[in-house]
DNA sequence: AAGGCGATTGCCT
DNA sequence: GGCAATCGCCTTT
């Protein structure tokens, strides 16, 4: 693997749209049961200031206050009763946006993320559906034991959960879209995705 | 105190 | 492509 080295506090502080971008092609680390997993970042959602679809757009709550901080740090919250979705904090502190991960490719601990997701006998089932694995938020949270004890961890920190820089993805070959699964402010091009990869998740089509 | 609905997924038709 | 699952959060009484 490449020379890499954790994000800094810095890269975090930028606009959630730019963090976005350039978190695509990067490594995202995890070490679950003394396990060290990796899943390369290939498809991202911005959620930003004065943008309806972001959670902290109401003020703060219990639940999103860690957007409120310093960018940098986990956002997990449990969604439709079964899901979780694994976020980054951006901007600085008082700028409350996040960047949603999307989708990762596996690179590392794959049958962990096997057993996570599908248990051991599961595993064999999807054997031939590999992108199955972490083509989704919900499904990447799962296949990286990411819950809501989770939430709020620095990045920077962290030796348990971070998030590598790798050579950055060529500007043509990043897709850009509207964001998936949500029902207002739809009109945001603020989905980006590393083109033709097999772990971007097809979604719904959101317009 | 109660009800609506969600930054999703997987199964069924 | 449509829709149920399943529950915590937030808004509204």
């Known amino acids: 693997?490449?020379?890499?080295?954790?994000?800094?506090?810095?890269?975090?502080?930028?606009?959630?749209?730019?963090?976005?971008?350039?978190?695509?092609?990067?490594?995202?680390?995890?070490v679950i049961d003394g396990e060290q997993l990796i899943g390369r970042i290939v498809e991202t959602e911005a959620y930003g200031i004065g943008d309806e679809a972001c959670h902290a757009f109401r003020g703060k709550t219990p639940r999103n206050a860690i957007m409120f901080g310093e960018g940098g740090f986990s956002y997990v919250y449990f969604t439709y009763g079964m899901h979780h979705c694994f976020n980054v904090t951006a901007n600085q502190e008082g700028m409350a946006e996040a960047v949603l991960i999307r989708a990762v490719e596996p690179v590392e601990g794959i049958e962990k993320m096997q057993v996570l997701r599908w248990g051991g006998g599961g595993a064999a089932h999807h054997a031939l559906q590999k992108r199955d694995l972490t083509n989704g938020p919900g499904k990447l949270c799962q296949a990286f034991g990411l819950t809501r004890s989770d939430n709020g961890i620095d990045l920077i920190e962290s030796e348990e959960l971070f998030i590598t820089s790798a050579r950055p993805v060529a500007p043509n070959l990043i897709g850009v879209s509207s964001r998936i699964g949500i029902n207002v402010a739809k009109h945001y091009p603020w989905r980006f995705f590393i083109k033709g990869n097999e772990f971007v998740s097809r979604g719904k089509p959101s317009s």
Request: glycine share 4%; net charge positive.
């Open 1 to 30: 693997m490449l020379s890499s080295k954790p994000f800094s506090r810095k890269f975090y502080s930028q606009a959630s749209p730019i963090v976005a971008q350039r978190l695509l092609g990067s490594h995202l680390h995890r």
